[in-house]
């Protein structure tokens, strides 16, 4: 599919390639997410580190809580790492076929 221009009847634009940024930038906004997530959880666990210590006894619960969140800090951490692995392959292997395009570029630049 391809849609013209209003300024320029003599110019196409490809919306293929704009579907394949689209993806690359929902990936992009998916990994900020985690990121997101990761800042919390890390407040978190410094506001339970805070408690605990400031406690004389601190309670069980705290202790949970705290324990509850390193695995999910660490899967998170291992998802954003393993998710932008993917993306820098992908940008060497376009690397590898002498593709120098702008999308290329731009992924280049976000990772």
């Known amino acids: 599919?391809?849609?013209?221009?209003?300024?320029?009847?003599?110019?196409v634009v490809?919306?293929?390639?704009?579907?394949?940024m689209d993806e690359?930038?929902?990936?992009?906004?998916?990994?900020?997410g985690?990121?997101?997530?990761?800042?919390?959880?890390v407040e978190q666990v410094k506001k339970q580190h805070s408690a605990i210590l400031a406690a004389p006894n601190p309670d069980e619960k705290t202790k949970q809580d705290l324990e509850d969140?390193?695995?999910?800090?660490?899967?998170?951490?291992?998802?954003v790492s393993s998710k932008l692995?993917?993306?820098?392959?992908?940008?060497?292997q376009e690397e590898g076929l002498n593709r120098s395009s702008a999308d290329l570029r731009i992924r280049k630049t976000q990772v």
Not at 14 to 20: A, G, L, P, Q
Not at 70 to 76: G, H, L, Q, S
Not at 85 to 92: F, G
């Open 14 to 20: 490809t919306v293929d390639r704009d579907h394949f």
């Open 24 to 32: 690359f930038f929902e990936q992009v906004e998916e990994i900020r």
């Open 69 to 79: 969140l390193t695995p999910d800090i660490k899967k998170t951490a291992n998802k």
């Open 34 to 41: 985690c990121i997101e997530k990761l800042s919390e959880d």
């Open 85 to 92: 692995k993917a993306i820098e392959q992908s940008i060497e």
């Open 1 to 11: 599919p391809q849609a013209k221009d209003s300024d320029d009847e003599d110019e």
